[in-house]
């Protein structure tokens, strides 16, 4: 499954998804983890309306089934939701690679129910 980070230099977790331009993006599996781009939002304009920011944000990581984020508003969680994007608010600050860790351990120990649902969803889960 594919997991995006709402990150300005795709090392820390450091942006609100209604303001984030770069989202890191890894693939996940049980066995590894790896990254795969960095994708950008285009911003023709700063004052660009609300809903039109959120949907060019959603359709940047409309393939991936998790996001992490420091903040991210209502108007944006009802939207990713709808659209099967599990939201994982963590630290602002917090650091990729470690949530990472976390995810891959959780998946080959004793992954929740949130965890399976999610990987079910992306078509990476068999059992």
């Not at 939002?41 to 309306?49: C, L, S």
């Not at 917090?94 to 990472?100: A, G, K, L």
């Amino acid at each position: 499954m594919k997991v995006a980070f709402a990150s300005r230099d795709g090392k820390r977790i450091d942006e609100h998804f209604g303001q984030c331009r770069t989202f890191s993006i890894f693939e996940l599996n049980v066995e590894k983890y790896k990254w795969l781009e960095s994708r950008s939002v285009y911003v023709e304009d700063e004052a660009e309306e609300h809903e039109s920011r959120i949907a060019r944000r959603v359709e940047a990581i409309g393939d991936c089934t998790l996001l992490f984020v420091c903040s991210i508003g209502s108007d944006a969680v009802k939207r990713l939701m709808k659209d099967g994007i599990m939201i994982l608010k963590v630290e602002p600050e917090s650091e990729v690679i470690p949530q990472m860790n976390r995810l891959l351990n959780l998946l080959r120990e004793r992954p929740p129910l949130w965890l399976v649902k999610s990987m079910r969803r992306s078509g990476d889960w068999d059992e």
